[in-house]
């Protein structure tokens, strides 16, 4: 039985595989950094829905007089709900991309 020499292995990159390991952190990271934008905006968009909503009441009891007021927050709301409809769109348009994608 021949025993081959341990050089024959050939070396260790370290650089390649230190580089690997700041690429995956890196891409940890911006996963994490896409997670909390969406959070953020469907918390703002759901603030701004429940603010609209509260306007119209108060509007509907008398309690508010100022139409333009009730009509500008209902405008925000709605297009803020538009804007997260059309990221939520892309975002399960890129996932059945990547899933159809054939390895």
Do not use: C, P, W
């Not at 021949?2 to 911006?30: H, K, P, Y």
């Not at 703002?44 to 500008?72: R, W």
């Amino acid at each position: 039985m021949a025993l081959s020499s341990i050089a024959s292995l050939g070396s260790i990159d370290v650089e390649s595989t230190a580089q690997s390991t700041s690429q995956t952190s890196s891409q940890a990271n911006f996963v994490s950094d896409f997670a909390k934008i969406i959070r953020n905006n469907i918390g703002e968009t759901n603030g701004l829905l429940n603010k609209a909503d509260q306007i119209s009441t108060d509007f509907s009891v008398n309690k508010t007089a100022d139409l333009h007021e009730v009509m500008i927050a209902v405008e925000e709301a709605g297009m803020a709900l538009n804007y997260t409809m059309q990221v939520r769109n892309k975002v399960v348009e890129g996932y059945q991309e990547l899933m159809r994608m054939q390895i």
